[in-house]
């Protein structure tokens, strides 16, 4: 299946890359929560910077002949730079004022930011013609040419410069020509040009380079368009075109991508050459077509959109006949969020497939967290806000599909309808509220296909509210918040409740007390100044039991018992299940500051809950009884750095075991060097060890290889992976093992990727990717592969350009 490509011409990979542009609107999306259009790099910029120095490279003569003189050019320039001045020194100036001037011996002319250096430099007033000869050097906004001998008309910007050589601030590469032909109007035409971030010290050879018959360049449209191009690799010609365009400027622009080339078990030996399309600066697409070895052809879409009123983007993978699985396939995502008035927003979320295997066929294929489950959500929420309170009411609709292979499962209600209006602000007397009323259908999906065996009642309504007052008292050192809360709900189902009835309601009450203080201490470890703080919290809640088994339960369900869910009310998440309690929660953390700085160095903590009755409402419909509890602890520290540790650990006191325990490591000594290691398990559940890292192989001297090195014995190797044992099956799932090859001007990278679909099924990727330093990337997305399996893994090089443009400023 075709593969998200950005490489190339108009829309190169945004992995790795320094934040480029990407989609401009007009004006601005007046929403801060619609999407950000993903950011476009920019394509290579190999010949723009050479316009601009002889735009404005020499100035007419004024009337003194100092060895240091500022000379003021005649009114009649073409712009505001050919009516500046142009400074003038040398060891020798000479010549007639309204005339010709001559400069020899160490001649500097600065204009308008351009700087000339050259032996001998002749400016001719009445034909507008400079010549500047010998060790030419014009310098223009960090970069540089150099070439034998110059001459320009100034005021019409025309001329030519031969045998140049030139350094692109920008890339930081640059390259060579036989003649530069400046047209004017910010044109030139470039004949016998190449193209290299690699060096050619000492007369080596680059690794790579673009060698071009006639570079055609509009500085003012953007555009380059080089003829007969070809780019050679080791000598070797790798790519060769009659004609290929790119960009001279920031703007995007349409045109073919870089190539990528996949292998993969599930659809062998894949090939994509991506389109991309530059609609406007609000809207572009990218069309991906495809061919497989196994599969067959395929096509992919994606078209983005941003403006004034609402933004978005949608997406179509699409194989017309898969030979594999002998039908046609599809894959397809939309998201649109918009503001129909200033204060009310939109929004719609899709995404579908054309059958339940498709995630196990391409199971990298998917935006939806669960891969199995794919929403289809819309919804409108109008503000009512007045002041400090909030007030908004809103309508959604929320709909699944569930993928039944290889197993069935139970799927989710539909939320066909919801309508629903919300508040909270502020009380007299200190007080704050919130509430919530809500009508909602909900409906189970249609398709048997998707379905297990459901209980009743099936579908139904409900309609239900929820309220919240507390009235909090927060002063330095220790807060205290008693708050009363409710849940009342009335339900309509279309087929009997347990009870016989089609109709059913309840109302439950709950009141809390929430209460926690801060102390602070100086503190010294190794001589270090710190600040140690002692947090102790208590949550004491109160729930009657009220029956709830035989009422349908739509969206309920019991939360992870964690510390991001030990200080609640309530043990479910969702409205129809709301656990009985009568119980505290009491818990204890410090923490370790630099006094300076105010860094977390270290933090430990315990919580427990402690029943004073029976919970009855449970998952399972099993009372709690135990009158307590597991134990939760954590810890986190940075003090023994570069290692960092943390835990997480849930203790059972009755059985005296472990329910669950997270555990990590990483040690992270320096760029491109990081080692994490985690342990995972769930008591009966699970137990896995997983080990990540990027780490150099070789790298000589503890150095890594300058930015325009060619390959040599002095290059760096570094590996890279991610591997996972699940320890109950005495087995590796997912995992990621490869090597980077850093040759300075170019790198190589390899990996095998393989995760598992199944017990017994799994899918393998190999990845390859070459990347030419300021050029671009060919080859597999092996970058969002080790950026998304390894955590803290860094790209070898930076931005479209390792190479700082200050370097070549005078």
Same mark, same amino acid.
């Given at each position: 299946m075709p593969r998200r490509v950005h490489a190339g011409a108009g829309r190169p990979p945004p992995e790795g890359d320094a934040a480029p542009p990407g989609l401009h609107p007009k004006p601005p999306v007046p929403s801060p929560d619609l999407p950000r259009a993903r950011a476009h790099r920019r394509p290579l910029v190999i010949w723009a910077a050479l316009l601009a120095p002889v735009a404005v490279a020499v100035a007419q003569p004024g009337p003194a002949l100092h060895p240091a003189t500022a000379l003021q050019p005649p009114p009649g320039g073409s712009d505001v730079r050919g009516q500046a001045p142009v400074y003038l020194r040398a060891d020798r100036l000479s010549g007639q004022l309204q005339a010709t001037v001559a400069a020899q011996g160490k001649v500097e002319l600065r204009h308008a930011g351009i700087v000339i250096r050259a032996d001998e430099l002749r400016y001719d007033l009445a034909e507008d013609l400079a010549v500047a000869e010998g060790r030419v050097r014009i310098s223009f906004g960090g970069s540089v040419v150099?070439? !034998?001998?110059?001459?320009?008309?100034?005021?019409?910007?025309?001329g030519f410069a031969l045998q140049p050589e030139y350094q692109i601030a920008?890339?930081?590469?640059?390259?060579?020509?036989? *003649?530069?032909?400046?047209?004017?109007?910010?044109?030139?035409?470039?004949?016998?040009?190449?193209?290299?971030?690699?060096?050619?010290?000492? #007369?080596?050879?680059?690794?790579?380079?673009? /060698?071009?018959?006639?570079?055609?360049?509009?500085? +003012?449209? #953007?555009?380059?368009?080089? &003829?007969?191009?070809?780019?050679?690799?080791?000598? @070797?010609?790798?790519?060769?075109?009659?004609?290929?365009?790119? !960009?001279?400027?920031?703007?995007?622009?349409?045109g073919w991508l870089a190539p990528t080339l996949d292998l993969s078990t599930g659809s062998g030996l894949e090939f994509a050459v991506p389109y991309y399309w530059d609609i406007a600066p609000n809207r572009d697409a990218t069309l991906t077509p495809a061919i497989s070895t196994r599969r067959g052809f395929a096509i992919a879409g994606e078209f983005r959109y941003l403006e004034p009123a609402f933004a978005g983007q949608a997406m179509l993978d699409l194989l017309p006949y898969d030979r594999v699985a002998e039908r046609t396939r599809w894959w397809t995502t939309w998201?649109?969020?918009? /503001?129909?008035?200033?204060?009310?927003?939109?929004?719609?979320?899709? +995404? /579908?497939?054309?059958?339940?295997? @498709? @995630?196990?066929?391409?199971?990298?294929?998917?935006?939806?967290?669960?891969?199995?489950?794919?929403?289809?959500?819309?919804?409108?929420?109008?503000?009512?806000?007045?002041?400090?309170?909030?007030?908004?009411?809103?309508?959604?609709?929320?709909? @699944?599909?569930?993928?039944?292979?290889?197993?069935?499962?139970d799927a989710p209600f539909d939320r066909s309808l919801q309508l629903g209006v919300r508040s909270l602000g502020d009380l007299p007397a200190g007080l704050q509220y919130a509430v919530e009323a809500e009508a909602n259908r909900f409906e189970?999906?249609?398709?048997? $296909?998707?379905?297990?065996?459901?209980?009743?009642? $099936?579908?139904?309504?409900?309609?239900?509210?929820?309220?919240?007052?507390?009235?909090?008292?927060?002063?330095? $050192?220790?807060?205290?918040?008693?708050?009363?809360?409710?849940?009342? =709900?009335?339900?309509?189902?279309?087929e009997p409740m347990a009870g016989g009835g089609t109709r059913a309601s309840r109302v439950i009450p709950t009141a809390s007390v929430g209460a926690g203080a801060e102390f602070e201490r100086s503190a010294e470890f190794f001589g270090r100044a710190l600040r140690q703080t002692l947090e102790p919290r208590l949550l004491y809640v109160y729930t009657p039991h009220v029956a709830q088994a035989g009422l349908?339960?739509?969206?309920?369900?019991?939360?992870?018992?964690?510390?991001?869910?030990?200080?609640? +009310?309530? =043990?479910f998440s969702g409205i129809d299940r709301v656990s009985d309690s009568n119980a505290l929660t009491a818990g204890i953390s410090t923490r370790l500051l630099d006094a300076a700085s105010g860094e977390e160095l270290l933090q430990l903590g315990i919580v427990q809950r402690y029943l004073f009755d029976d919970q009855l409402i449970t998952d399972n419909g099993v009372p709690e009884q135990r009158g307590y509890s597991d134990v939760l602890l954590r810890g986190a520290t940075r003090v023994l750095q570069p290692l960092n540790v943390e835990a997480y650990l849930r203790w059972s006191p009755n059985s005296n075991e472990f329910e669950r325990a997270i555990l990590g490591l990483q040690y992270a000594p320096g760029p491109f060097r990081t080692l994490n290691l985690t342990y995972r398990y769930a008591r009966e559940v699970t137990s896995q060890y997983e080990l990540s890292w990027q780490w150099p192989i070789?790298?000589?001297?503890?150095?890594?290889? !300058?930015?325009?090195?060619?390959?040599?014995?002095?290059?760096?190797?570094?590996?890279?992976? *991610?591997?996972?044992?699940?320890? /109950?099956?005495?087995?590796?799932? &997912?995992?990621?093992?490869?090597? +980077?090859?850093?040759?300075?001007?170019w790198i190589a990278r390899l990996a095998l990727s393989r995760w598992s679909t199944g017990v017994s099924e799994a899918n393998t990727q190999v990845v390859f990717q070459l990347e030419l330093v300021g050029l671009s990337r060919v080859g597999s997305n092996a970058l969002a592969v080790l950026r998304d399996n390894i955590p803290g893994y860094r790209l070898l090089r930076e931005g479209r350009s390792a190479t700082p443009a200050s370097a070549f400023y005078d």
């Open positions: 150099q070439a !034998p001998q110059v001459q320009l008309k100034v005021q019409r910007t025309e920008l890339t930081g590469a640059g390259g060579t020509a036989e *003649r530069i032909d400046f047209l004017g109007s910010g044109q030139a035409r470039v004949t016998r040009a190449d193209y290299t971030a690699c060096t050619r010290e000492g #007369g080596q050879q680059p690794d790579w380079l673009i /060698r071009a018959e006639t570079l055609h360049l509009d500085q +003012e449209a #953007g555009v380059g368009t080089a &003829d007969d191009a070809e780019l050679l690799f080791f000598g @070797w010609p790798v790519l060769v075109l009659p004609s290929l365009s790119f !960009p001279l400027n920031d703007q995007r622009k349409s998201a649109h969020e918009g /503001r129909l008035q200033a204060d009310t927003l939109y929004s719609l979320n899709l +995404e /579908r497939v054309s059958d339940d295997d @498709w @995630w196990n066929d391409f199971p990298r294929r998917h935006l939806a967290l669960t891969p199995r489950l794919l929403p289809l959500t819309a919804q409108i929420v109008h503000d009512l806000r007045r002041g400090d309170d909030a007030l908004e009411i809103y309508a959604r609709t929320q709909r @699944w599909q569930l993928l039944q292979s290889p197993n069935i499962m189970l999906p249609s398709n048997p $296909g998707y379905l297990a065996p459901q209980t009743p009642p $099936g579908d139904g309504s409900r309609l239900h509210v929820q309220g919240w007052l507390s009235r909090p008292w927060r002063e330095p $050192g220790w807060w205290i918040a008693p708050s009363a809360l409710f849940n009342a =709900a009335a339900y309509y189902t279309d349908p339960n739509f969206d309920s369900a019991i939360k992870d018992f964690s510390f991001a869910t030990i200080y609640s +009310e309530n =043990a070789y790298e000589p001297d503890g150095q890594r290889p !300058p930015p325009n090195a060619n390959a040599s014995c002095r290059s760096a190797w570094y590996t890279v992976g *991610r591997l996972n044992y699940n320890n /109950r099956d005495s087995r590796l799932t &997912d995992s990621v093992v490869g090597v +980077e090859y850093d040759a300075g001007c």
